[in-house]
């Protein structure tokens, strides 16, 4: 099978398929619909169900869009009295608890605090509400002192109808974008070229920017929330940037930012794990729909596979993967030898999966049908193996992080004593020496390589840079309290940013480039980054405001709304089924 033969398997025609559709030239040349019968491609004649179920239910979402207008705006001109409470004009629903028979289960209290002052608001400007969940069987909630509270945290809380309405418009509308641009349906298509000058420069510019115009202080503890979200920004833009600017040379590189992203899913959901100790489903189901909502509506619109998007089959199975390691024998998780032989299976399972021929490929057969891309396992195995052991490196930097913070802690008041001065700066400087010289060898040996060469290495070296940026980026207080804060905003969309650059920002699964302003190529990479960037960015609230929806805490709401959606995707796929049969299609 050849390379096209690939690309016809997946739904696309091939040259010559579409130098003889004389449909496309209809359009183009009578109609003027299409811009060029070479540009288009011959599947927007020919849909497939999915895409008509999910174009069918964009346009049901803005009929009745129009129709809740239409109906709201008889206010104009019959006003109307407003009865409602103050409470409920703010969306906000007055919880009272009497006692512990207010939820499913008799000992847990559901304590809804509300901020009607909007003083406590999320990022995104709306007041989040917090819940707090209390065992009103606890010693001291029996003697009416201050309860002990199981979970603490920010639930958003879900749209109202008309806002629901208006999102999925929204994100309809992208999707069809997404469409429209995918591969070469409606925009000519530019090969890539490659200027390590220019490439430099951009990036030279870039981080003077940020550093010029966006550093912020932030708190000095180690690894910070701003500083892990600076870490994913910058690193995400050298990933794209890579792509769009064929910057092969830098391969190796973008090999260590990806490990790092792996890195940051062990370190992350262990650090939640250990300290809040919440694996309920609700838990699980929010961080499934983060990393998959998105990607599995972009799979079915654009009518790719699921490996495509291979960054978030990744994360999603290490976060199983983590999940699996603090729920089972969670007893375990307090006591330090036994810590150490879950983390001795946990290695010596992903050193089985990985390094042991023909093993990982027959264990995940039975997921072929998500984690195979063409047909084959190749390209998973070979994208999870590239960094199977950085999970397990991020899960043990979490693990002794109280170590090496009381580490930190202790050096700087050492040098804080004009007495003990010398000790501290003398520890510094041996910790310094150490990972310099790890920097320098890693950097002259290992990260020269060929590209075939490195990425036999790559899995058991990529924890020499991670390790050594983690120490020099918070090796003095004064580093640590300050981040750029582009990057940092940068860093909460990489999902989006990640999914939208195969569609919007570049084509042919990131091989070309797309062009929206010919014979332009610098205004056409300012054009292109700012529709990519601010797709991404509405992408990523609209996730969260369909999360908030779909998932509340009350898992009753959650199985109704999912059997209302899938009701509904049903009889959107029945119409389109009905549409093709009559020939509309």
């Given at each position: 099978m050849n390379f096209y033969s690939k690309f016809q398997v997946r739904g696309h025609r091939t040259p010559r398929e579409a130098s003889q559709e004389t449909a496309m030239t209809i359009l183009h040349e009578r109609m003027g619909l299409l811009p060029d019968p070479t540009v288009a491609s011959v599947n927007t004649l020919k849909p497939t169900l999915m895409q008509l179920a999910f174009f069918y239910l964009w346009i049901t979402a803005i009929v009745i869009s129009i129709l809740r207008l239409l109906y709201n705006s008889r206010t104009w001109f019959f006003p109307t009295t407003d009865s409602n409470t103050e409470s409920e004009q703010n969306g906000f629903v007055e919880v009272k608890v009497?006692?512990?028979?207010?939820?499913?289960?008799?000992?847990?209290?559901?304590?809804?605090?509300?901020?009607?002052?909007?003083?406590?608001?999320?990022?995104?400007?709306?007041?989040?509400?917090?819940?707090?969940?209390?065992?009103?069987?606890?010693?001291?909630?029996?003697?009416?002192?201050?309860?002990?509270?199981?979970?603490?945290?920010?639930?958003?809380?879900?749209?109202?109808?008309?806002?629901?309405?208006?999102?999925?418009?929204?994100?309809?509308?992208?999707?069809?974008?997404?469409?429209?641009?995918?591969?070469?349906?409606?925009?000519?298509?530019?090969?890539?070229?490659?200027?390590?000058?220019?490439?430099?420069?951009?990036?030279?510019?870039?981080?003077?920017?940020?550093?010029?115009?966006?550093?912020?202080?932030?708190?000095?503890?180690?690894?910070?929330?701003?500083?892990?979200?600076?870490?994913?920004?910058?690193?995400?833009?050298?990933?794209?940037?890579?792509?769009?600017?064929?910057?092969?040379?830098?391969?190796?590189?973008?090999?260590?930012?990806?490990?790092?992203?792996?890195?940051?899913?062990?370190?992350?959901?262990?650090?939640?794990?250990?300290?809040?100790?919440?694996?309920?489903?609700?838990?699980?189901?929010?961080?499934?729909?983060?990393?998959?909502?998105?990607?599995?509506?972009?799979?079915?619109?654009?009518?790719?596979?699921?490996?495509?998007?291979?960054?978030?089959?990744?994360?999603?199975?290490?976060?199983?993967?983590?999940?699996?390691?603090?729920?089972?024998?969670?007893?375990?998780?307090?006591?330090?030898?036994?810590?150490?032989?879950?983390?001795?299976?946990?290695?010596?399972?992903?050193?089985?999966?990985?390094?042991?021929?023909?093993?990982?490929?027959?264990?995940?057969?039975?997921?072929?049908?998500?984690?195979?891309?063409?047909?084959?396992?190749?390209?998973?195995?070979?994208?999870?193996?590239?960094?199977?052991?950085?999970?397990?490196?991020?899960?043990?930097?979490?693990?002794?992080?109280?170590?090496?913070?009381?580490?930190?802690?202790?050096?700087?008041?050492?040098?804080?004593?004009?007495?003990?001065?010398?000790?501290?700066?003398?520890i510094k400087l041996v910790l310094t020496t150490v990972f310099s010289v790890a920097a320098v060898i890693w950097y002259t040996s290992i990260a020269s390589k060929e590209k075939f060469e490195y990425n036999a290495i790559h899995p058991y070296t990529s924890w020499i840079p991670i390790l050594s940026y983690i120490f020099f980026r918070n090796l003095f207080p004064l580093m640590r309290s300050y981040h750029l804060d582009l990057f940092a905003w940068l860093g909460k969309i990489t999902l989006e940013t990640y999914i939208s650059q195969l569609h919007v920002y570049m084509q042919d699964n990131a091989r070309q480039l797309i062009v929206y302003i010919p014979d332009y190529p610098l205004m056409n990479f300012v054009v292109a980054t700012v529709i990519y960037i601010m797709i991404s960015y509405i992408l990523f609230h609209l996730t969260t405001e369909f999360s908030a929806y779909l998932l509340p805490k009350d898992l009753k709401v959650v199985l109704k709304k999912v059997t209302v959606l899938t009701i509904l995707i049903c009889l959107a796929m029945l119409l389109a089924f009905a549409t093709r049969e009559v020939g509309m299609l």
């Open positions: 009497s006692d512990g028979n207010v939820t499913s289960t008799p000992e847990v209290v559901t304590v809804v605090v509300e901020d009607k002052k909007q003083t406590n608001s999320s990022e995104d400007g709306k007041v989040a509400i917090a819940v707090k969940e209390i065992n009103v069987n606890s010693p001291k909630a029996k003697d009416g002192n201050e309860p002990v509270a199981k979970t603490f945290s920010k639930v958003k809380p879900s749209p109202k109808l008309d806002d629901l309405l208006k999102y999925l418009v929204v994100f309809g509308g992208i999707l069809l974008y997404f469409y429209l641009c995918d591969y070469d349906h409606i925009f000519p298509r530019h090969d890539r070229t490659y200027s390590r000058d220019l490439f430099l420069f951009l990036c030279f510019l870039l981080f003077a920017v940020a550093g010029g115009f966006t550093l912020k202080p932030c708190t000095s503890t180690i690894l910070n929330r701003d500083q892990t979200e600076e870490w994913k920004g910058w690193m995400q833009v050298m990933f794209v940037w890579y792509h769009y600017y064929a910057a092969k040379e830098t391969y190796n590189y973008i090999r260590i930012f990806i490990a790092c992203y792996v890195w940051m899913t062990g370190f992350g959901n262990f650090s939640f794990f250990w300290v809040r100790k919440d694996y309920s489903l609700w838990r699980l189901l929010k961080m499934l729909f983060r990393l998959n909502f998105l990607v599995l509506c972009v799979c079915v619109v654009t009518n790719n596979e699921y490996m495509l998007y291979y960054i978030c089959a990744m994360h999603t199975y290490w976060f199983l993967s983590v999940y699996a390691f603090m729920r089972i024998l969670s007893s375990w998780n307090e006591h330090r030898w036994k810590m150490a032989a879950k983390f001795l299976v946990y290695f010596v399972c992903n050193t089985v999966l990985f390094d042991i021929p023909h093993v990982g490929e027959t264990l995940f057969t039975p997921f072929s049908f998500v984690l195979g891309y063409k047909g084959s396992m190749h390209e998973w195995m070979f994208r999870a193996g590239l960094d199977h052991h950085a999970t397990l490196l991020g899960m043990l930097c979490a693990y002794n992080y109280p170590n090496y913070e009381k580490l930190l802690n202790y050096l700087e008041k050492k040098f804080a004593d004009p007495n003990e001065q010398r000790l501290a700066v003398m």
